[in-house]
């Protein structure tokens, strides 16, 4: 299980859950800027009994001057909101956990007569493992990383925005003929709002902000599954070990039957007393918990505290 931000202070879950819906209404905000963005308009003069007229054919629309800076903050925004949801989850499992949590009874010694001793072998990890071993610090540069990497991306990619004018920008012709009466042609003019330096200027500044998370989000995949490579050699060992001493043990196993049995009740009894007694006290605990605010999500959440305030007032 990945790391988590759950503490005594912070957001409660319903602060965090309006502050990520607001991450995701600004977020859908910046995305409606950057829709529709083309490399040109189109507009053409007709002239009839009224005299001369520009039509508008197709409505330019270009690319902000501000791209970088909205595309920042679009990732910004995801990675806050999915900081949020991924502790609120994460509070959900823990909750989840304790009620279906069972009691321990592994160090109850229920006696048997001598029989041949089986070992039941440790089960091997999956990344979960790798993923729990992060600190809660590289765990959010993570999902930072990941954020940034994805839009970033998205926006420069193959099938992306930028990816499109480019391709389509040295293919704009700079006039077009369009009959508006039968047998007439009339000029239609097209006019241009990027260059194509501007537009590699801005891939290149993109596509390096790319590459750094992209490199943060390999880097930390590679280590977990490291960390779970070496897990899973250190339980092969465990239970080679286990089968060996098991092997041994069955050959000066001795119990005295009926002491140890009703001994071993008793202790049962007052372990699975203890364990209700605890996972009561736990589960208040865990109730009480509050989302601890990571340094790198600080800004937008008092942004949208700030929001909500207003609001409640």
Not at 19 to 38: D, M, P, T, Y
Not at 93 to 99: A, D, T, W
Request: neutral net charge; hydrophobic residues 35%.
């Amino acid at each position: 299980m990945k790391k988590n931000s759950l503490s005594n202070k912070g957001l409660s879950l319903s602060q965090a859950q309006s502050i990520s819906n607001l991450c995701h209404q600004r977020a859908v905000e910046i995305e409606h800027k950057l829709s529709g963005v083309n490399n040109y308009s189109k507009s053409v003069d007709i002239n009839d009994v009224t005299g001369s007229k520009t039509h508008t054919i197709v409505m330019g629309k270009q690319i902000p001057a501000d791209v970088v800076s909205l595309i920042t903050e679009k990732a910004t925004l995801h990675g806050c909101q999915a900081f949020l949801m991924e502790n609120i989850k994460a509070k959900e499992s823990l909750l989840n956990e304790i009620r279906k949590a069972t009691s321990d009874l592994s160090s109850v010694d229920y006696p048997v007569k001598p029989l041949t001793k089986t070992v039941e072998h440790l089960p091997q990890v999956d990344d979960d493992f790798g993923w729990s071993q992060l600190t809660t610090q590289e765990n959010n540069e993570f999902i930072e990383a990941e954020a940034f990497a994805s839009h970033i991306g998205q926006f420069i990619h193959k099938e992306g925005t930028l990816s499109r004018l480019r391709k389509e920008l040295p293919t704009v012709q700079p006039i077009e003929w369009m009959e508006i009466k039968v047998g007439e042609k009339s000029p239609v003019t097209i006019t241009t709002h990027h260059t194509s330096e501007q537009l590699l200027k801005i891939h290149e500044e993109l596509a390096a902000l790319h590459r750094s998370h992209e490199q943060r989000v390999n880097y930390f995949k590679a280590k977990v599954k490291n960390l779970t490579t070496e897990e899973n050699a250190r339980i092969a060992k465990i239970n080679a070990d286990a089968q060996n001493d098991a092997q041994l043990f069955n050959n000066n196993q001795s119990v005295a039957y009926e002491t140890a049995y009703k001994a071993a009740i008793e202790k049962a009894r007052v372990i699975q007393a203890n364990f209700e007694k605890e996972r009561q006290s736990k589960t208040k605990e865990i109730a009480a918990m509050r989302i601890s605010i990571d340094a790198r999500f600080q800004k937008v959440i008092d942004q949208f505290m700030n929001q909500l305030s207003d609001t409640q007032e």
